[in-house]
Protein backbone atom coordinates (compact mmCIF):
# COMPACT_ATOMS: atom_id res chain seq x y z
CA UNK A 1 0.00 0.00 0.00
CA UNK A 2 3.10 2.49 0.69
CA UNK A 3 3.65 2.55 -3.03
CA UNK A 4 0.26 3.41 -3.88
CA UNK A 5 0.01 6.15 -1.20
CA UNK A 6 3.34 7.49 -2.59
CA UNK A 7 2.41 7.35 -6.72
CA UNK A 8 -0.69 8.79 -5.62
CA UNK A 9 -3.31 6.53 -6.51
CA UNK A 10 -5.68 6.23 -3.81
CA UNK A 11 -8.42 7.91 -3.05
CA UNK A 12 -9.12 7.16 0.61
CA UNK A 13 -7.27 6.14 3.72
CA UNK A 14 -8.73 4.46 6.85
CA UNK A 15 -6.57 4.57 9.32
CA UNK A 16 -8.02 2.96 12.99
CA UNK A 17 -6.22 4.11 16.40
CA UNK A 18 -6.85 1.52 19.11
CA UNK A 19 -6.08 1.45 23.00
CA UNK A 20 -3.99 -1.63 22.13
CA UNK A 21 0.17 -2.58 21.98
CA UNK A 22 0.77 -4.82 20.08
CA UNK A 23 5.06 -4.35 20.59
CA UNK A 24 7.39 -4.93 17.93
CA UNK A 25 6.74 -5.26 13.97
CA UNK A 26 6.36 -4.12 10.62
CA UNK A 27 5.67 -0.47 10.07
CA UNK A 28 2.25 -0.12 8.56
CA UNK A 29 3.66 2.83 5.81
CA UNK A 30 6.94 3.25 4.66
CA UNK A 31 6.85 6.43 2.64
CA UNK A 32 10.21 7.92 0.95
CA UNK A 33 12.11 11.21 3.19
CA UNK A 34 10.72 14.62 2.54
CA UNK A 35 12.91 17.28 3.36
CA UNK A 36 10.39 20.26 4.44
CA UNK A 37 7.15 20.55 5.81
CA UNK A 38 5.55 22.07 3.14
CA UNK A 39 6.02 18.74 1.39
CA UNK A 40 3.88 16.69 3.66
CA UNK A 41 1.10 15.08 2.58
CA UNK A 42 -1.64 17.10 4.05
CA UNK A 43 -5.48 15.67 3.79
CA UNK A 44 -8.70 16.11 5.02
CA UNK A 45 -9.82 13.83 7.30
CA UNK A 46 -12.80 12.89 9.13
CA UNK A 47 -12.78 11.07 12.45
CA UNK A 48 -15.06 8.39 13.54
CA UNK A 49 -16.09 7.19 17.25
CA UNK A 50 -15.92 3.42 17.63
CA UNK A 51 -17.07 2.46 21.41
CA UNK A 52 -13.29 3.24 22.41
CA UNK A 53 -11.83 3.35 18.63
CA UNK A 54 -11.12 6.07 16.69
CA UNK A 55 -11.40 5.43 12.83
CA UNK A 56 -9.88 8.43 10.80
CA UNK A 57 -10.98 8.52 7.29
CA UNK A 58 -8.45 10.53 5.02
CA UNK A 59 -9.65 11.80 1.45
CA UNK A 60 -6.66 11.84 -0.91
CA UNK A 61 -9.11 12.01 -3.55
CA UNK A 62 -7.85 15.71 -4.48
CA UNK A 63 -4.09 13.89 -4.64
CA UNK A 64 -4.97 11.05 -6.82
CA UNK A 65 -3.00 10.65 -10.15
CA UNK A 66 -4.40 8.80 -12.56
CA UNK A 67 -2.74 5.56 -12.76
CA UNK A 68 -1.24 5.34 -16.11
CA UNK A 69 0.57 8.57 -14.83
CA UNK A 70 1.57 7.22 -12.08
CA UNK A 71 5.30 7.41 -11.15
CA UNK A 72 6.54 4.51 -11.39
CA UNK A 73 10.04 4.41 -9.90
CA UNK A 74 8.32 4.80 -6.45
Do not use: K, W, Y
Request: net charge positive.
Amino acid sequence: MSRFLAAGCLDRLHVLIAPIILGSGRPSLTLPTIERIDQAMRTSVRAHILDTDVLLDCDLSAQRVPIGLANRSV
